[in-house]
């Protein structure tokens, strides 16, 4: 039921922003995640069958709503909300219990999970896609200010900006296409282009993955609640179901989404193992998610079919998991630098970082294993050549995930606190679900994927992989847990004019930044705006020769030049 899940969100919306300057902050925080996940429980239920609300209509196409989630899109708003509950929580733990004023904050971020769940539940040819862009745009800003991450900001709100442009292009390909649009099957041409970029730059994908700089600034949960679950929610699943009315693509389109996916996948692992702050890192890895999801859009494979859904669900819980690691080691150190300062290490927060790590690289048991595994079948099949960038963005992503956990498992700090209520309950949260589909795939395959719109009759998994899975997950877990018990024999006592220092993969970050580039447009934006700077100052200097005096000697050459002709 969509409506009765909109309601709660925007009630619980509107008594935060009453009630924040009366109540707790973490109070109303508690209140808003245990909100969120009520919408979850309501979203995932069924009621009786109402006809769609049709809002406003313009020339062939019209503001609808419909009351309920289709049966493919139900397990994705319950990871959308349980998630973004999971995050909410985590934020409200991270609060003194003391703290006021901030009750805007979780205003805010309900209004940007509701405007996220609008999205999911319109249809993808319906001008509320649009309007639920803007209004997803507006609250993650707002959610950003009110947590006072652009208080030092200068330059102008990249997120802000790309989420209104994004709507902007969405309404305009929908308007320009609506003569065009036929009993919800949609041409290749001018729509599917503005489409796929507004979705793209929504998203935070590369190579438009500029959009996402402002998660340097913000707190850890809430920029993977705005950038890891509510914006890829709303932008890739209008894909993939707008994807679904398109004819069948050419090679040229189908070539391009391959190109586009697995140079993402690379040029975001590159720009992950070249930065130092937590919250940069796992930022960039999401948007790889966004670009191997865009991958499995150039494929027709039936296992691609599956795996553009599954990838997203995956990263909609794992980024919370390693986002709750990275507020906690924040929370202790001050910063998400883990090559600068001392302590912030502890055995929690390393397994947190480890099973969100183990997650967003997709190894078993974890759910995020097997959409993985249907993307590389399908695209071994119809296009080989994608394996290559995308296996060794996957190398780059997994030494990147796996150079902080030292520091973060770090267990010579003795002072440090054990978890806190709240950050084992967000991470259980999302972590439980991840394991129990990874272990059990049937059950998404029972309750969600087989209700696509091109599923395939049965799922495509083999019993013999099955039980190589559940061995490799045992082997997997058996030497970890070894690992993690295994105590050193050699202890070394640092002088006390000496400081722990932390290494990170610098060297091989800088060398292949290059490639991150291909992620970011920034530099390459930077370099045109010179050049037009250039060109403007060239011209000005061209013109002011005709100003003033400069004029005046070119009115008297000509006289001269006449005269003399005029002699002849």
């Known amino acids: 039921m969509l409506y009765p899940a909109l309601i709660v969100l925007l009630a619980a919306a509107a008594l935060c922003f009453a009630l924040g300057q009366f109540v707790a902050t973490r109070m109303l925080g508690l209140g808003a995640a245990l909100a969120t996940l009520v919408a979850a429980g309501l979203s995932g239920m069924v009621g009786e069958s109402a006809p769609e609300r049709t809002i406003l209509e313009l020339y062939q196409l019209s503001l609808h709503l419909t009351p309920q989630l289709a049966e493919g899109e139900r397990m994705i708003a319950l990871g959308l909300l349980g998630a973004g509950g999971a995050a909410l929580l985590a934020l409200a733990g991270a609060l003194a219990p003391a703290v006021r004023g901030f009750g805007s904050l979780f205003a805010w971020a309900l209004l940007t999970l509701a405007a996220a769940l609008l999205s999911l539940g319109a249809p993808p040819l319906s001008l509320a ?29 990249l997120g802000l900006a790309a989420g209104l442009l994004a709507s902007a292009l969405l309404a305009g390909g929908l308007l320009a296409s609506s003569t065009l649009v036929e009993a919800d099957t949609l041409p290749l041409g001018l729509f599917t282009l503005l489409g796929f970029g507004a979705a793209l730059l929504l998203a935070g994908g590369p190579p438009l993955a500029i959009v996402r700089s402002e998660v340097a600034q913000a707190p850890a949960a809430l920029g993977a609640l705005i950038y890891g679950v509510a914006a890829p929610t709303a932008a890739l699943a209008w894909l993939l179901r707008s994807v679904a009315l398109l004819p069948e693509l050419p090679a040229t389109w189908a070539t391009a989404l391959g190109l586009i996916g ?37 494929l027709s494979g039936t296992e691609a079919l599956l795996a553009g859904p599954g990838l997203l669900l995956s990263m909609l819980l794992a980024v919370i998991v390693a986002a709750v690691a990275v507020a906690r080691f924040e929370q202790t150190t001050g910063s998400d630098s883990y090559t600068t300062g001392t302590g912030g290490g502890h055995p929690f927060t390393g397994a947190l970082w480890a099973l969100g790590a183990l997650a967003l690289l997709g190894l078993p048991p974890f759910w995020g294993f097997w959409p993985r595994l249907w993307l590389v079948q399908s695209g071994s099949l119809e296009q080989p050549w994608i394996l290559a960038p995308m296996l060794a963005g996957l190398v780059l992503t997994s030494l990147a995930l796996l150079a902080p956990l030292g520091r973060l498992w770090a267990t010579n700090q003795p002072h440090e606190s054990g978890p806190s209520w709240a950050e084992a309950g967000a991470a259980l949260l999302v972590a439980v679900p991840l394991v129990v589909l990874g272990m059990r795939p049937s059950l998404a395959w029972d309750y969600w994927l087989q209700y696509g719109s091109a599923a395939p009759s049965d799922l495509p998994l083999d019993a013999g992989l099955y039980a190589n899975v559940l061995l490799a997950s045992a082997t997997l877990f058996s030497i970890s847990f070894a690992l993690l018990r295994a105590q050193p024999e050699r202890k070394l006592n640092l002088d006390p004019d000496e400081q722990a220092v932390a290494l990170s993969p610098a060297a091989l970050g800088t060398a292949l930044y290059p490639l991150a580039r291909l992620g970011d447009l920034e530099p390459l934006l930077r370099r045109l705006w010179e050049g037009i700077t250039r060109a403007s100052e060239l011209l000005r200097f061209v013109m002011g020769l005709f100003e003033q005096r400069y004029y005046l000697l070119g009115v008297l050459g000509a006289l001269i030049t006449i005269m003399l002709l005029m002699a002849q």
Request: aromatic letters at 4%; one cysteine or more.
């Open 129 to 157: 896609q649009p309007l639920a862009w803007a209004l997803l745009a507006l609250a993650g800003y707002g959610a950003l200010r009110a947590s006072g991450a652009t208080k030092t900001q200068e330059t102008p709100p």
């Open 262 to 298: 697995s140079l993402g996948v690379l040029a975001c692992g590159a720009a992950a193992l070249a930065t130092h702050q937590l919250r940069v890192l796992l930022s960039w890895v999401s948007a790889g998610h966004v670009a191997a999801v865009v991958a499995t859009l150039g």
